[in-house]
């Protein structure tokens, strides 16, 4: 077996929280959906608890804290914050 290292790229990234979920899901909305339940008086208010996301491999869930990245062939997947903060670090420009 022989070692081999990743080559370096540059991804797009979003942590989901309880307020940007529509941000991410209008990113694409046929493969990225909703969970959680409606709230309020008038059951009109949306309390996200999660993303489904459709990936390559088949659906993910990607709850509150986890970051959804977009991949180099355009796919979404979702990353757990200790994976994320060991894999990748933030860059300014590109």
Not at 71 to 88: A, V
């Amino acid at each position: 077996m022989e070692n081999y290292r990743k080559k370096p790229v540059v991804i797009q990234a979003v942590q989901l929280s309880k307020t940007n979920w529509r941000e991410i899901e209008a990113l694409a909305p046929d493969k990225i959906h909703f969970l959680g339940n409606r709230t309020g008086p008038d059951k009109q208010d949306l309390d996200c608890v999660g993303l489904n996301i459709l990936t390559l491999e088949g659906a993910l869930f990607c709850e509150i804290g986890d970051w959804v990245i977009r991949g180099l062939r355009g796919e979404y997947y979702s990353c757990k914050p200790d994976i994320f903060e060991k894999s990748y670090e933030h860059v300014e420009e590109v």
